[in-house]
């Protein structure tokens, strides 16, 4: 069982960068999948979290309508399209699944309470965005 997070990179402010996530072991379209981040000095927090189904989304304030989540079931891998980079946006980049968590919430549970990084025990081990002003 692992999940392979790649695509970080160096780009300016305002650039583009898609990370992917690839799982082996387990079909990541069974569990809530997700990409959290941790900036130096800082907690990690979620940036954006989708369902099992993909019906549902979830984004943090400080990057809706510029990330997307998407996942291809058909290749098993989660993806995140960032655009409109900012320096605040400089981390490390975690995907994650729920696969394996014994606290996992209710299906009912809105996204936004369960894009939390205590509910997910499968973590890739990040990949590095650095957004350059």
């Known amino acids: 069982v692992q999940l392979q997070a790649s695509g970080g990179g160096l780009v300016q402010a305002g650039g583009s960068l898609r990370l992917s996530c690839a799982a082996s072991?387990?079909?990541?379209?069974?569990?809530?999948t997700g990409w959290f981040r941790q900036a130096p000095g800082k907690e990690r927090e979620g940036v954006s979290c989708i369902s099992k189904g993909g019906a549902s989304t979830y984004y943090a304030d400080s990057v809706k309508g510029r990330f997307t989540i998407s996942r291809d079931n058909a290749k098993n891998t989660l993806s995140l399209q960032m655009n409109n980079l900012k320096p605040e946006d400089t981390a490390v980049y975690f995907c994650?699944?729920?696969?394996?968590?014994?606290?996992?919430?209710?299906?009912?549970?809105?996204?936004?309470?369960?894009?939390?990084?205590?509910?997910?025990?499968?973590w890739g081990q990040g990949t590095q965005v650095t957004v350059s002003s």
């Open positions: 994650a699944s729920m696969r394996s968590s014994p606290w996992r919430p209710a299906q009912s549970t809105p996204m936004e309470r369960q894009c939390v990084q205590g509910y997910f025990a499968s």
């Open positions: 072991g387990f079909a990541l379209n069974n569990y809530v």
